[in-house]
């Protein structure tokens, strides 16, 4: 809630006016007191009968300082709510604090080219567009039933969808290696991811692209599933505070091994996730929001979902594919920048002790980027700052993803 009146503000100058009132949106305060945006007005209204509401005009709203007084609407319709709420000029409220503190619910009018802020999120499933709320697919679908398919996670950064061919090459591949056929081609899929980002008009965006094996019986067979589901997911995303990224995040080595490649390529970016949520928990039960993960041999694999590098006397490092890793297209793409930056770099076997006494070390993700960490295990590493090269990398990274 906070964070959405944040953006809505900052992005905002409060000009909205000559837009004209187009949504309606509406916060409300849950019983446990906090607060969550609501995408309709009736689930305010039913929320308390008797609960006091806040009306926000469209002209008022975006620097949150002119609000209505609280009307008590015990009872009205949403109809007459929006009526009221076209008409009041009352301004009372002085600030976002004030009006949760004085409010049970509220009312937003917003205007339409905002309105994705409030609105459902579309999700693309076989190329259709459905509310976030209906998009659904079977219960006999193997992807629930058996994590039976595949997936990707890529970002877009000003509307581009970073590295798109390459998220595209690795699901396909991840499908011909469990032998699921994809029912649409490449640039149709690259097509229908573009729409869905269109249509939800994300600019910045996680993309979270799905394929299941389909509906079928509730044996294995895969073969008794006849229609491969795609899902495309486009939504708002943040994975971890800026603090993070500018101190450095800690890191756990999980008891929980990482699949052996012979049993379940690690290469394959299945919907089997299990194994990385295992160690994933690990990680969060010792406080931390990452865990290392090592292959059968006891050599560093990577984490839960990042691949990982450490730099030593200046070289750059990271385990090679054939340790157990998926092969990571942010760590792809992070090779590629440091042979433009002039950086020694090499593949390499590492074990625990090399992280333990590296200079530096950082993770790649889709999602996570370039993050640094500075303790393993409880060891600091280097200062127990985000390293030169690590910050090199990052800076060069970030020019990178804003095409610059
Ligand atoms: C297990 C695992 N390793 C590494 C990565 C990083 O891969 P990429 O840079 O392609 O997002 C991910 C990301 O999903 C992952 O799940």
């Not at 100058?13 to 004209?20: D, E, H, I, R, Y």
């Not at 079928?216 to 073969?223: H, I, T």
Request: with cysteine; net charge negative; hydrophobic share 40%.
């Amino acid at each position: 809630m906070e964070s959405w009146l944040t953006q809505l503000s900052e992005e905002h100058p409060p000009t909205l006016a000559s837009q004209g009132p187009i949504a309606l949106g509406t916060a409300a305060r849950m019983p446990e007191q906090q607060f969550s945006v609501r995408a309709r007005v009736s689930e305010a209204l039913s929320w308390r009968r008797g609960a006091i509401l806040t009306l926000a005009s469209v002209d008022c709203f975006p620097a949150a300082t002119q609000f209505c007084r609280h009307c008590d609407l015990d009872g009205l319709t949403a109809e007459k709510n929006r009526a009221i709420a076209g008409k009041c000029s009352e301004l009372a409220v002085p600030s976002v604090t004030s009006y949760t503190a004085a409010s049970d619910a509220a009312i937003f009018v917003i205007p339409s080219h905002r309105k994705h802020l409030i609105m459902s999120l579309k999700v693309s499933i076989n190329g259709q567009l459905f509310d976030k709320e209906d998009a659904k697919i079977s219960v006999y679908d193997h992807g629930l039933l058996y994590g039976d398919g595949v997936f990707e996670g890529m970002r877009s950064y000003s509307g581009r969808v970073f590295k798109l061919d390459e998220h595209l090459d690795r699901l396909y591949e991840s499908a011909q290696a469990i032998g699921l056929r994809i029912p649409i081609d490449k640039p149709t899929m690259a097509e229908q991811v573009r729409s869905t980002l269109e249509v939800n008009q994300l600019s910045d965006a996680y993309i979270r692209l799905v394929v299941t094996r389909g509906s079928g019986s509730l044996g294995l067979d895969p073969n008794r599933c006849s229609h491969p589901q795609v899902i495309i997911i486009t939504d708002h995303i943040s994975l971890y505070p800026p603090e993070r990224y500018r101190d450095g995040m800690e890191i756990v080595t999980a008891s929980t091994m990482r699949n052996h490649a012979a049993a379940l390529s690690p290469r394959i970016k299945s919907l089997n996730y299990l194994n990385n949520i295992l160690a994933k928990m690990e990680g969060l039960r010792a406080g931390c929001d990452e865990a290392l993960m090592l292959n059968h041999k006891g050599e560093v694999a990577e984490c839960t979902g990042d691949n990982i590098f450490i730099v030593k006397h200046g070289m750059l490092l990271t385990p090679p594919t054939d340790a157990g890793i998926l092969e990571g297209i942010t760590r792809n793409t992070v090779i590629e920048l440091a042979a433009a930056e002039g950086i020694p770099f090499a593949e390499k076997t590492l074990v625990r002790h090399d992280v333990y006494v590296a200079d530096e070390c950082f993770l790649t993700g889709s999602a996570a980027e370039v993050i640094s960490v500075t303790k393993v295990d409880n060891r600091t590493i280097g200062d127990g700052k985000p390293g030169k090269i690590t910050l090199q990398l990052s800076e060069a990274f970030k020019r990178l993803v804003h095409g610059k």
